[in-house]
């Protein structure tokens, strides 16, 4: 059965109340703002690596069934979750690994006919600059934003001056200086990985400090001596009758 944890996370984020929805939204909205992304994810989610739903091809099928080829763990992993069109964001989250990672074991898979190219130019470039396949220049120029023919005079430019090749994109007004931070921004934050255990999600009930719960376990400890005492004075009153008798 399909387990999408991002979608039980967010149900129960979505049973918040409407003022609560308000705040988080505007916190995350500013947030996003920040780094230019707040527009593209409603208007663009197609382009989005994280929203696409790799297609296993054939191959992929043969491989997943057989382990021909005795591949690593994860790239069947990965296969599998490709099968039951999982996107990028939940094949992430269900097998444990970062972005980058991910996007690895996608550019593999996909030079290996595993899965289908992405039609979508975006969703190319910024799997292959994730996964380290592509440089700055490459991205931009998979994306559709440069020409071979610029990128080749960037790279000139470079052995000349020694700048970083997105400095030299920016000078020569090729790039936004916003596109490129955006960039790094997202291969940084692609490093990390993001646990999310589906048994923990945020309520709206009051949380139990851990102080809290030891002086529950203590006051139960202390109502079981109390009746254990009870009973054991009625056992003792019990074995006195009858010795007397």
Known sequence: MKKNL?????DKLLDYPIWVKQAVFRKLYFDLKETGYEKRVIESPEKIFVFYEPVITYDGENELKNKKFALDNNIYNFLK???ENYN???IA?????SLEETAKLFMFCMEQNYIEYPKNKEVFATCGFIAGKFRTGEYFKEKGLITPQQLEECLKIQKTETKPIGEILTDLNLISKTEIKNLFTLKFDAKKRFILDSAIYPTSELQITEKEKYQIEIDNLKQENETLKKR???LIQMVSGKNDD
């Open 81 to 83: 979750l490709c099968r």
């Open 88 to 90: 990028i964001l939940e």
């Open 6 to 10: 991002f979608k039980l996370f967010t």
């Open 232 to 234: 054991m004075k009625q």
């Open 93 to 97: 989250l269900n097998t444990f690994l």
